[in-house]
């Protein structure tokens, strides 16, 4: 029987254990043997693993988080560590691995796949949506569902006390999260990395004018939501409350976002990625990364998507303003 890898590395994603399981189902349907590798690239460095049988996933796939567990694994860098790993791709057997995460994971695997010569077949699960190569990642949309759930609470009290809210959502160099989110929530403002502003230089005079020409007309709340890589968001609600004289309050969404029970449509793309992923293992030695585009399930060699920058759809921004009026 042949023997495939899971392994979950970075920062976690809902949908992440339905990814899992789906792939320890259809790989064991496809005769393979699954090693779930724990607590990230610490599981392949200490030969950690759980054998994943069908039973051994079973009722997680409306769990958040991971059931490998994940950790942030500075000797993996060295090359000591991608030596430990090989070793323990080696001794079990290790045909393939399947790593579920975001790009930071994918440059670790290709990493270890040019020192093991095993392939690595990405799935992109993160909740930052910044893959090259995919549409959507797993978690995305989860994450966009529960910074929206907060935020239509948090306009129930900013339309009450007539504030000013500034909302940090997480992105910490991507602004993915923050532009659907303040699109979906019907945001004054959205402040996103790839706007080119951090807190100091961002258009402090045309985020005072909106809320000030707002006010004129009536509007005497405002919800601005600003991806956590933009700056420090304290600074801007002080400039804010200085340029305007409303009353401005911060709330930071932090890693609410980052769990929950994954909506339908992320357990649905990582069950149709798991699926893609087991069947690539029998189709190409080239490592991959899985996605979604334009509405199909696809594939494009890991090397291009770590390589690659996602572009960002900065019309929406124009579409934000043109809704907040
Ligand atoms: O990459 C996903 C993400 O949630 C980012 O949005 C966030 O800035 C980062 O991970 C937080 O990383 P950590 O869990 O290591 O604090």
Redesign the pocket.
């Known amino acids: 029987m042949k023997t495939i890898g899971v392994i979950t590395p970075?920062?976690d994603?809902p949908g992440m254990n339905a990814a899992i399981r789906a792939v320890a189902r259809i790989a064991h349907s496809r005769n393979f043997k699954v090693l779930g590798f724990e607590r990230g690239w610490y599981g392949l460095l200490t030969n950690s693993k759980k054998h994943l049988t069908p039973r051994a996933v079973g009722g997680i796939v409306q769990l958040g988080g991971t059931m490998l567990h994940t950790l942030?694994c500075p000797p993996f860098e060295t090359k000591e560590g991608i030596e430990m790993a090989e070793k323990t791709l080696r001794i079990n057997n290790v045909e393939a691995l399947v790593v579920i995460g975001?790009d930071g994971s994918f440059r670790g695997a290709n990493e270890l796949s040019e020192k093991s010569g095993v392939t690595m077949i990405g799935i992109p699960a993160?909740?930052?949506n910044d893959v090259f190569g995919t549409d959507e990642t797993i978690g995305f949309d989860t994450a966009l569902n529960t910074a929206i759930g907060a935020i239509d609470k948090i306009r129930d009290t900013a339309i009450s006390h007539e504030r000013i809210f500034i909302v940090e959502v997480?992105?910490?160099k991507r602004g993915f999260?923050a532009l659907h989110v303040g699109i979906a929530i019907g945001a004054e403002v959205i402040l996103i990395p790839e706007k080119g502003c951090d807190i100091k230089s961002c258009e402090i005079d045309k985020i005072v004018h909106i809320l000030n020409t707002n006010s004129k007309k009536g509007k005497q709340t405002g919800i601005i939501v600003v991806a956590?890589?933009v700056g420090n968001t304290s600074d801007l609600a002080e400039d804010i409350a200085k340029h305007t004289g409303s009353e401005v309050r911060l709330s930071i969404l932090g890693?609410a976002?980052?769990g929950g029970s994954p909506t339908g449509r992320s357990r649905l793309l990582a069950s149709l990625f798991a699926e893609k992923a087991v069947n690539l293992i029998f189709k190409t030695k080239e490592n991959q990364i899985v996605g979604l585009k334009n509405g199909e399930i696809s594939s494009i060699p890991m090397n291009i998507s770590i390589k690659t920058q996602k572009s960002i759809d900065l019309t929406l921004l124009e579409l934000a303003e043109k809704l907040s009026i």
């Open positions: 970075g920062g994603a942030r975001g993160t909740i930052d997480m992105g910490r999260l956590e890589g890693y976002q980052r």
